[in-house]
């Protein structure tokens, strides 16, 4: 559908539509149809631009989108530089923007069934809503708000006004029929316990609200990520298990400039179904998922035991044995002891030994005395064996103290597993002259 054949919204597609789920739960859609009769509005009258958009949007605005404006921070001024900004986005998403009856009640069936797979109380409504585009939804209290600008584009929809490149790459992976599985994907957060300890909590807490809402809408859950890593597999699961107990997302989440990114989604996608499968109570599965407390790295870690993905019948003690005897450790420093107070003047280089052949990319930086302190004048690299890597010190001072950080912000094992320690610091000082 092109955007030019729609003239006008029809109220039929932004009134308030009602589900029947346990409770009163609703689809609050009228601050779509609010902010397009207010966009079409400032068109033919742009000199009054600021009271147009106050009078027949901001001022109905839903006890949803208010709460949205407040949690992501953005106001009327965010709204008026993306209209500005944008005019051929915005002609481009208009008609994926609306909530037509057949996607309400594809969520509406998808709902109930969630309530007999999931008996809850919720009283949370759904807001669909025009968000400046700052965000593509959040959850507040028991409420799921969504920013539909952001979700429902496709690699139709008109993204080179764009300065920032992540919005340029946006709808490279999506489409607006995708609109009713991310629905019910981020209603289930709303029963989540908050945080997560590290990579495989993230992709288990992610992952599984695929996997449940693909049993609510009793439809296959599509996405980029799944198609990428069910044809590459054995890749990804073995990446992942170098990066599962680290903290670092970038490899995992929310890398938009990755050539297969949010692969995290479907790792966790797979360990929720595989727990699903290899459990006897399907019902009680269900509930041990949604559940899990996504903060207690013990709980995560008897999650993936009980998944069995990678299908090694580890219980969750070897699961986390195995991968620390896997991580890269520092062994010594060739040329002195770390903490030495008598180091030759004329040192030129320092050669540090890892446990096991090492990634090239060794993180090092400068430690909180700064870099009056820092000796290093280059890093010459590793050798051949990849387990000592050289650096090169600067001029030394007699009778100063040195020192630096090997952290494991890039620093990993050449089979992917993180550097043992988050900061090690290396320090000496000098002899005396």
Same mark, same amino acid.
């Given at each position: 559908?092109?955007?030019?054949?729609?003239?006008?919204?029809?109220?039929?597609?932004?009134?308030?539509?009602?589900?029947?789920?346990?409770?009163?739960?609703?689809?609050?859609?009228?601050?779509? =149809?609010?902010?397009?009769?207010? $966009?079409?509005? &400032?068109?033919?009258? %742009? !000199?009054?631009?600021?009271?147009?958009? #106050?009078? *027949?949007?901001?001022?109905?605005?839903?006890?949803?989108?208010?709460?949205?404006?407040?949690?992501?921070?953005?106001?009327?001024?965010?709204?008026?530089?993306?209209?500005?900004?944008?005019?051929?986005?915005?002609?481009?998403?208009?008609?994926?923007?609306?909530?037509?009856?057949?996607?309400?009640?594809?969520?509406?069936?998808?709902?109930?069934?969630?309530?007999?797979?999931?008996?809850? =109380?919720?009283?949370?409504?759904? $807001?669909?809503? &025009?968000?400046?585009? %700052? !965000?593509?939804?959040?959850?507040?209290? #028991?409420? *799921?708000?969504?920013?539909?600008?952001?979700?429902?584009?496709?690699?139709?929809?008109?993204?080179?006004?764009?300065?920032?490149?992540?919005?340029?790459?946006?709808?490279?992976?999506?489409?607006?029929?995708?609109?009713?599985?991310?629905?019910?994907?981020?209603?289930?957060?709303?029963?989540?316990?908050?945080?997560?300890?590290?990579?495989?909590?993230?992709?288990?807490?992610?992952?599984?609200?695929?996997?449940?809402?693909?049993?609510?809408?009793?439809?296959?859950?599509?996405?980029?990520?799944?198609?990428?890593?069910?044809?590459?597999?054995?890749?990804?699961?073995?990446?992942?298990?170098?990066?599962?107990?680290?903290?670092?997302?970038?490899?995992?989440?929310?890398?938009?400039?990755?050539?297969?990114?949010?692969?995290?989604?479907?790792?966790?996608?797979?360990?929720?179904?595989?727990?699903?499968?290899?459990?006897?109570?399907?019902?009680?599965?269900?509930?041990?998922?949604?559940?899990?407390?996504?903060?207690?790295?013990?709980?995560?870690?008897?999650?993936?035991?009980?998944?069995?993905?990678?299908?090694?019948?580890?219980?969750?003690?070897?699961?986390?044995?195995?991968?620390?005897?896997?991580?890269?450790?520092?062994?010594?420093?060739?040329?002195?002891?770390?903490?030495?107070?008598?180091?030759?003047?004329?040192?030129?280089?320092?050669?540090?030994?890892?446990?096991?052949?090492?990634?090239?990319?060794?993180?090092?930086?400068?430690?909180?005395?700064?870099?009056?302190?820092?000796?290093?004048?280059?890093?010459?690299?590793?050798?051949?064996?990849?387990?000592?890597?050289?650096?090169?010190?600067?001029?030394?001072?007699?009778?100063?103290?040195?020192?630096?950080?090997?952290?494991?912000?890039?620093?990993?094992?050449?089979?992917?597993?993180?550097?043992?320690?988050?900061?090690?610091?290396?320090?000496?000082?000098?002899?005396?002259?």
């Amino acid at each position: 559908m092109k955007a030019k054949s729609i003239k006008r919204i029809l109220p039929a597609l932004a009134v308030l539509a009602f589900f029947n789920c346990s409770n009163a739960q609703k689809i609050i859609s009228t601050d779509i =149809n609010n902010f397009w009769v207010a $966009y079409d509005s &400032i068109q033919k009258n %742009k !000199s009054h631009k600021s009271e147009i958009l #106050e009078t *027949l949007f901001l001022t109905k605005k839903t006890d949803g989108l208010k709460a949205f404006m407040e949690i992501k921070k953005f106001g009327k001024e965010d709204y008026l530089n993306a209209i500005e900004k944008y005019p051929n986005f915005w002609n481009s998403i208009r008609p994926n923007t609306f909530i037509d009856a057949k996607k309400i009640k594809t969520i509406n069936t998808a709902f109930k069934k969630l309530g007999k797979l999931y008996p809850n =109380n919720s009283k949370g409504n759904i $807001y669909y809503t &025009i968000g400046a585009l %700052k !965000s593509g939804g959040t959850t507040h209290k #028991e409420n *799921l708000l969504l920013g539909v600008e952001k979700i429902t584009g496709n690699q139709n929809t008109i993204v080179s006004e764009f300065e920032n490149e992540n919005l340029r790459k946006m709808f490279l992976f999506t489409n607006p029929s995708q609109l009713e599985q991310v629905t019910v994907h981020e209603f289930i957060h709303t029963f989540q316990k908050d945080g997560e300890i590290n990579i495989l909590s993230k992709a288990i807490k992610e992952g599984s609200c695929d996997f449940i809402a693909e049993l609510a809408l009793n439809k296959k859950f599509t996405a980029h990520y799944l198609d990428y890593g069910f044809k590459n597999y054995e890749k990804v699961r073995s990446d992942f298990k170098g990066d599962m107990f680290s903290k670092k997302l970038e490899n995992w989440f929310y890398n938009g400039n990755a050539k297969n990114p949010d692969l995290g989604y479907f790792v966790g996608y797979v360990i929720s179904k595989r727990y699903y499968e290899n459990s006897a109570d399907k019902k009680a599965a269900i509930k041990n998922i949604i559940e899990l407390d996504f903060n207690s790295e013990g709980d995560v870690r008897q999650f993936l035991a009980a998944s069995d993905y990678f299908e090694d019948k580890k219980s969750a003690e070897q699961i986390l044995s195995e991968y620390k005897d896997h991580q890269p450790q520092l062994t010594k420093i060739i040329e002195f002891e770390n903490g030495s107070q008598n180091v030759n003047v004329d040192t030129k280089k320092i050669q540090i030994v890892f446990s096991k052949p090492m990634n090239e990319k060794v993180s090092i930086n400068f430690s909180k005395n700064g870099k009056e302190h820092f000796p290093l004048k280059n890093i010459v690299g590793l050798n051949e064996s990849k387990t000592i890597l050289t650096l090169e010190t600067a001029d030394l001072n007699s009778d100063t103290e040195y020192d630096f950080y090997i952290t494991d912000r890039t620093t990993k094992s050449e089979d992917g597993y993180p550097f043992a320690t988050g900061e090690y610091k290396i320090s000496f000082k000098t002899e005396k002259k």
